[in-house]
């Protein structure tokens, strides 16, 4: 029997996700999303967004964003997501995402759910009073992105579930209402490296958007900052190489971060740094680092502008094509059409 391509399969499941323009993308992004992406290239239909709309829910410098859509659509083309096969666009050039962001949140969306959003919480702390209202409705906006594509499947980070959960919850509403407008998607985290950890606190969450850019290596930083970066990073006491997620949180994080970039699973690095201490582990691993990210910066600094404009826009008319039709179909199903 003829093998069927799969873009000529009517089962192929959709993937969809996407990352703010938000700050320098770091190795927590490339491994707990990216790198996850692009393997998924191969079995699924995908779609990959530079949610600006998401980073605007808290302030940004027009010309600094302007610049970091750029970079961020660079960051996925060199990581190896392939604009022939897989969709890659920029948010709010579809303006469908907006506007059924708006229709959810009176259809679907109760206040109750957005107050348990733990990252709402997280960030604002104390200040919640003066947070911005999308920062507030920022789940909102993401269940958008992500049901006006017929999604399945949706790859995060493990700080994005919870977000997919209420995703979950909305489309269900909507349909148990309207009837079945959306496909109820599953958020995907990978087994090892959903949440890289801060160099300075394994307690933390490596964050792009952390004041202090000693906390993670950016995927621009130059090897030898990246490299210094490393060997000041903390770790624990004691002084074996082994995994111990509970006594020895950050070496850990440290053995997570080798094995994703070095491709040698935990295990055998425990065996192979065995009778050595955090030292040797450390020069090993900055040298993995920097092997990295001058071979990702090549390829990042070989794509030209030019070609992230056209990229981006044939990934806008893809994207809007699909996302219209879902759009009208919602348009009609709430009696505005
Ligand atoms: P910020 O820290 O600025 O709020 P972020 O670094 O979480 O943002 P996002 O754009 O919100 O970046 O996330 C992009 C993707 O990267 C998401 O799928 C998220 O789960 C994942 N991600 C972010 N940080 C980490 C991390 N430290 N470890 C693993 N995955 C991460
Ligand atoms: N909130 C996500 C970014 C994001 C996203 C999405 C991820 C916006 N829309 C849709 C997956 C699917 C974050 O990582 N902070």
């Known amino acids: 029997m003829i093998k069927q391509k799969k873009s000529e399969s009517s089962i192929a499941k959709i993937i969809f996700s996407g990352i703010q323009p938000s700050g320098n993308l770091n190795i927590g992004n490339y491994i707990g999303a990216?790198?996850?992406?692009?393997?998924?290239?191969?079995?699924?239909?995908?779609?990959?967004?530079?949610?600006?709309?998401?980073?605007?829910?808290?302030?940004?410098?027009?010309?600094?964003?302007?610049k970091r859509i750029i970079e961020v659509t660079k960051i996925y083309l060199a990581a190896g997501i392939d604009p022939q096969k897989s969709i890659i666009f920029q948010q709010s050039t579809v303006p469908a995402h907006t506007e059924l962001a708006w229709i959810l949140n009176c259809y679907g969306t109760h206040i109750a759910d957005l107050n348990k959003m733990t990252q709402f919480k997280d960030k604002t702390g104390d200040n919640k009073e003066s947070a911005s209202v999308g920062l507030y409705d920022y789940p909102v906006l993401m269940a958008s992105d992500i049901l006006l594509y017929g999604t399945d499947v949706v790859p995060v980070g493990e700080d994005q579930k919870?977000?997919?959960?209420?995703?979950?919850?909305?489309?269900?509403?909507?349909?148990?209402?309207?009837?079945?407008?959306?496909?109820?998607?599953?958020?995907?985290?990978?087994k090892e490296g959903a949440r890289i950890m801060?160099?300075?606190?394994?307690?933390?969450?490596?964050?792009?958007?952390?004041?202090?850019?000693n906390n993670c290596i950016s995927l621009l930083d130059s090897p030898e900052n990246a490299r210094k970066k490393i060997m000041r990073a903390v770790t624990d006491s004691g002084s074996d190489v082994v995994y111990d997620v509970e006594n020895k949180p950050a070496l850990?994080?440290?053995?997570?971060?080798?094995?994703?970039?070095?491709?040698?699973?935990?295990?055998?690095?425990?065996?192979?740094?065995?009778?050595?201490?955090?030292?040797?582990?450390k020069k090993d691993l900055a040298d993995v680092v920097v092997k990295f990210l001058e071979n990702f910066q090549?390829?990042?600094?070989?794509?030209?502008?030019?070609?992230?404009?056209?990229?981006?826009?044939?990934?806008?008319q893809r994207a809007e094509n699909i996302a219209s039709k879902k759009l009208e179909e919602v348009r009609k199903l709430i009696g505005v059409r």
């Open 198 to 213: 801060s160099l300075l606190d394994p307690t933390k969450k490596m964050s792009k958007s952390d004041d202090n850019q």
């Open 34 to 66: 990216i790198s996850q992406w692009v393997e998924m290239q191969k079995d699924y239909d995908c779609i990959f967004s530079i949610v600006d709309y998401h980073a605007i829910t808290v302030k940004q410098n027009p010309e600094i964003l302007r």
């Open 298 to 316: 090549a390829k990042y600094n070989a794509i030209s502008d030019d070609e992230v404009l056209e990229i981006l826009e044939s990934g806008r």
């Open 162 to 190: 919870q977000h997919v959960e209420l995703t979950r919850d909305i489309a269900r509403r909507f349909n148990g209402e309207f009837g079945p407008a959306f496909k109820v998607p599953t958020a995907v985290v990978r």
């Open 252 to 281: 850990a994080n440290l053995l997570t971060i080798y094995a994703q970039l070095g491709i040698r699973q935990v295990n055998r690095l425990e065996r192979d740094y065995a009778g050595k201490g955090y030292g040797d582990f």
